[in-house]
């Protein structure tokens, strides 16, 4: 395999081109060592549950993670967390977090760094449309804005873009704080890139996320911090499913999604976490402040 020698390149030239951080070790790796994660610690937010947040959980345990899952439902965290330990033997703390709340991240932050170790890798994944709880008989949040109510907006902002503010701002302090840096990884969604009719403020917030990953790169990425972003499109989930067999419930952004695919289809939320598995790897390192479209052409 070729290999570069940098012992007849002027010093100036490395340090200005930054040569010498150069992962010249890769070409001698083999691709499967490359994907894993060994010796990291990843948190991840919305890991509970069986939605995109799960998937990615147990995509990075079988890496050989460390998986710290934050979520605001405590069963579906410890269900999670109990599934990985039985099925990689790999190492899962489930913690109890509105990840609305800055005082909840930042206690959690400083409670992974105490019990587990440093944070390498953060997915903000946490996110998504519904109503605000179980007996709201309002509009969910997946319609006209002219329906919402404020207090929908508010949940809304809270769930899709504040959580990942907080979490970022907690997390890049601690990643900054030894200079090994890490890796910050921001679950958009296409409807973030082209926008939906009756999911505006949702498209908002996953817009914001795609302008978030390009600042955070070029404000912490000289500093060894990487951010990057993933915009899914139209996933199968139970939630989707219960949606379809609801009368009631709105289709329009699910129609629209599906008429922008030029695959055809949806995709199930394991195809995405395939992806976040990749780029938080050594292999996807180079990948930074951009977005990774995963929508079946939905936004091309």
Same mark, same amino acid.
């Given at each position: 395999?070729?290999?570069?020698?940098?012992?007849?390149?002027?010093?100036?030239?490395?340090?200005?081109?930054?040569?010498?951080?150069?992962?010249?070790?890769?070409?001698?790796?083999?691709?499967?060592?490359?994907?894993?994660?060994?010796?990291?610690? =990843? %948190? $991840?937010?919305?890991?509970?549950? *069986?939605?995109? /947040?799960?998937? @990615?959980?147990?995509?990075?345990? !079988?890496? #050989?993670?460390?998986?710290?899952?934050?979520?605001?439902?405590?069963?579906?965290?410890?269900?999670?967390?109990?599934?990985?330990?039985?099925?990689?033997?790999?190492?899962?703390?489930?913690?109890?977090?509105?990840?609305?709340?800055?005082?909840?991240?930042?206690?959690?932050?400083?409670?992974?760094?105490?019990?587990?170790?440093?944070?390498?890798?953060?997915?903000?994944?946490?996110?998504?449309?519904?109503?605000?709880?179980?007996?709201?008989?309002?509009?969910?949040?997946?319609?006209?804005?002219?329906?919402?109510?404020?207090?929908?907006?508010?949940?809304?902002?809270?769930?899709?873009?504040?959580?990942?503010?907080?979490?970022?701002? =907690? %997390? $890049?302090?601690?990643?900054?704080? *030894?200079?090994? /840096?890490?890796? @910050?990884?921001?679950?958009?969604? !296409?409807? #973030?890139?082209?926008?939906?009719?009756?999911?505006?403020?949702?498209?908002?917030?996953?817009?914001?996320?795609?302008?978030?990953?390009?600042?955070?790169?070029?404000?912490?990425?000289?500093?060894?911090?990487?951010?990057?972003?993933?915009?899914?499109?139209?996933?199968?989930?139970?939630?989707?499913?219960?949606?379809?067999?609801?009368?009631?419930?709105?289709?329009?952004?699910?129609?629209?999604?599906?008429?922008?695919?030029?695959?055809?289809?949806?995709?199930?939320?394991?195809?995405?976490?395939?992806?976040?598995?990749?780029?938080?790897?050594?292999?996807?390192?180079?990948?930074?402040?951009?977005?990774?479209?995963?929508?079946?052409?939905?936004?091309?």
């Amino acid at each position: 395999m070729h290999r570069l020698e940098l012992a007849d390149v002027p010093d100036e030239a490395v340090t200005r081109y930054g040569l010498g951080r150069l992962p010249v070790d890769r070409a001698a790796t083999a691709t499967a060592d490359l994907l894993r994660l060994d010796g990291k610690c =990843a %948190v $991840v937010t919305g890991g509970g549950g *069986d939605g995109l /947040g799960n998937a @990615i959980c147990h995509r990075l345990a !079988e890496q #050989g993670a460390t998986v710290v899952i934050l979520d605001i439902d405590a069963q579906a965290a410890t269900h999670t967390a109990t599934e990985i330990r039985r099925r990689y033997g790999t190492t899962a703390v489930p913690l109890t977090v509105d990840v609305a709340s800055s005082v909840e991240v930042d206690r959690a932050v400083e409670r992974i760094e105490g019990e587990v170790g440093r944070i390498d890798v953060l997915v903000n994944n946490v996110g998504g449309v519904g109503r605000i709880s179980a007996t709201d008989v309002r509009p969910p949040t997946m319609s006209g804005i002219d329906q919402m109510t404020a207090a929908q907006i508010d949940v809304s902002v809270a769930l899709n873009l504040v959580s990942a503010l907080y979490l970022s701002r =907690a %997390v $890049v302090a601690s990643m900054l704080r *030894d200079d090994a /840096g890490g890796r @910050i990884v921001f679950i958009s969604s !296409e409807f #973030g890139r082209i926008g939906s009719a009756n999911a505006s403020v949702y498209s908002a917030c996953k817009a914001a996320l795609i302008g978030l990953t390009r600042a955070l790169a070029r404000e912490v990425g000289p500093r060894g911090v990487s951010p990057v972003c993933v915009a899914p499109g139209l996933l199968v989930g139970q939630r989707m499913l219960d949606s379809l067999t609801d009368r009631h419930a709105p289709r329009a952004p699910f129609e629209f999604a599906l008429e922008r695919s030029s695959i055809g289809r949806a995709a199930v939320v394991d195809e995405v976490a395939s992806v976040v598995g990749f780029l938080v790897s050594p292999a996807g390192a180079y990948v930074h402040g951009t977005t990774i479209s995963v929508g079946g052409g939905m936004s091309d």
